[in-house]
């Protein structure tokens, strides 16, 4: 598999940001199939609600453990509803966020982010001994719902970086 970064490695802060999501435990083998079944679940809920927004999908990651349960929610920017049981509303936490934008391997590109934040000062706010993460993303900056080839797309990581 090809793997083109676009953008970063970098630092960039965001502010606070509205989100609705579907959030779910699944084993990490086959977590790609479930975010992709979420994406279409999300995309149809919005469509019947006739919500629009700019922002972009993401898969964010809760917890990880690759080699048992992953915690992951598949969501979008910009919308401000109180969801409706499945679908709930979220926020981005602010703060500063390494990023990489890239198109191809994910593996390649999460090794590259996590020894770029690992040779800095930084540390991610997470906990590493429960895999819980404050702010871990993948951005995808190429809408599926007009882009399916998933080859085609480029995908941002996001992950959230501890104070100080």
Do not use: C
């Amino acid at each position: 598999m090809t793997f083109d970064v676009s953008d970063g490695p970098r630092i960039e802060h965001r502010d606070a940001a509205p989100t609705v999501g579907i959030r779910l435990v699944t084993p990490f083998r086959g977590m790609l199939g479930v975010r992709d079944q979420l994406l279409a679940e999300l995309a149809a809920w919005l469509t019947e609600r006739d919500l629009h927004t700019d922002g972009p999908f993401f898969l964010r990651l809760h917890h990880v453990d690759m080699a048992a349960d992953m915690e992951i929610e598949v969501g979008v920017f910009g919308i401000d509803h109180p969801g409706d049981g499945r679908v709930r509303a979220g926020t981005q936490p602010p703060g500063d966020y390494a990023l990489l934008a890239y198109r191809g391997s994910s593996l390649q590109a999460n090794r590259m982010l996590l020894g770029w934040v690992d040779e800095s000062t930084r540390d991610f706010d997470a906990d590493p001994s429960t895999g819980a993460w404050a702010g871990r993303f993948e951005v995808l900056r190429t809408d599926p719902r007009i882009e399916p080839r998933k080859t085609a797309w480029t995908t941002e990581l996001a992950f959230l970086l501890a104070e100080g």
